[in-house]
T-cell receptor, first 111, second 114 residues
């Protein structure tokens, strides 16, 4: 099956710093990617998505970068806040197929 | 607009018992998905309904798991008989557009099999 992996299972950052969460995917046919945020006791929530015809997409304080050459995805969070503490999942999708999720990275923001 | 709801939020059962999880998707969403996350591991796809039809059930672990979506509204996932390895958090998600990936997730049901 597919595998979507994260380089680091945990990440701690100081409040106000920028956070970078990385994700590797294995299938070069994947053409759609999503980042989800899961807070304790809640289900994953959509943060931002990107299609394979783009290298970068920006949202509010978040940026997703896609490097298709090395099959790498990253989520950048600017000026990280305590409310950003959560588990972050990346997911990849091949047309007509299911979504494959990574194991998640736990982000802890230190006040 | 109400989000995806799941019931129960927690369930503790003994090995060999039966449990039924329920998911109510967002109204109007034809696509409904079940996922499971075992502690510390990835969120794994179980199956996908389009209305009342099973579009993809390739992720269902074995025949102890039965999912239904009668009438194309809410869905149930029954585990019978439950085994220890079935413990985990079961998420349901729904979406309006099959190809557009924004799936709306419910809060999950934490299942513990003892």
């Amino acid at each position: 099956g597919e595998s979507v992996g994260l380089h680091l299972p945990t990440l701690s950052v100081q409040e106000g710093d920028n956070s970078i969460i990385n994700c590797a995917y294995s299938n070069s046919a994947s053409d759609y990617f999503i980042w989800y945020k899961q807070e304790s006791g809640k289900g994953p929530q959509f943060i931002i998505d990107i299609r394979s015809n783009m290298d970068k997409r920006q949202g509010q304080r978040v940026t997703v970068l896609l490097n298709k050459t090395v099959k790498h995805l990253s989520l950048q969070i600017a000026a990280t806040q305590p409310g950003d503490s959560a588990v972050y999942f990346c997911a990849e999708n091949i047309p007509g197929n299911q979504f494959y999720f990574g194991t998640g990275t736990s982000l802890t923001v230190i006040p | 607009e109400a989000g995806v709801t799941q019931f129960p939020s927690h369930s503790v059962i003994e090995k060999g018992q039966t449990v039924t999880l329920r998911c109510d998707p967002i109204s109007g969403h034809d696509n409904l998905y079940w996922y499971r996350r075992v502690m510390g591991k990835e969120i794994k796809f179980l199956l996908h309904f389009v209305k009342e039809s099973k579009q993809d059930e390739s992720g269902m672990p074995n025949n102890r798991f039965l999912a239904e979506r009668t009438g194309g509204t809410y869905s149930t996932l029954k585990v019978q008989p439950a085994e220890l390895e079935d413990s985990g958090v079961y998420f349901c998600a729904s979406s309006q557009d099959l190809r557009q990936g924004e799936q709306y997730f419910g809060p999950g049901t934490r299942l513990t099999v003892t």
